[in-house]
């Protein structure tokens, strides 16, 4: 990380041009969970991340980075099965 007098020079834009080096390896150590962790749409930016909280049907409650509750459907649940016999043509 450059020294704090190298960044001086961007005046109060130098916290956010890097991250510390505390920040930087907690945001490589952990992982993407795929059962918990998923992306909600969001009106500034267009996706945030977010944790499920609770699955209540099709829905699911999670909580943003921003600190907000979202309730979305959920999209990746499969479908019922298909019957055999409505494939069958004469």
Known sequence: ???????????????????????????????????????????????VKATIVSRDGPTVTAHTEHGKVSRQRDRHRPGPKPSQWDRIRP
């Open 1 to 47: 990380m450059p020294a704090p007098a190298e960044l001086s020079e961007f005046g109060a834009a130098a916290p956010f041009l890097r991250r510390s080096e505390q920040e930087r390896l907690a945001a490589q150590t952990r992982p993407f969970d795929l059962k918990r962790d998923i992306f909600v749409p969001d009106e500034r930016e267009e996706f």
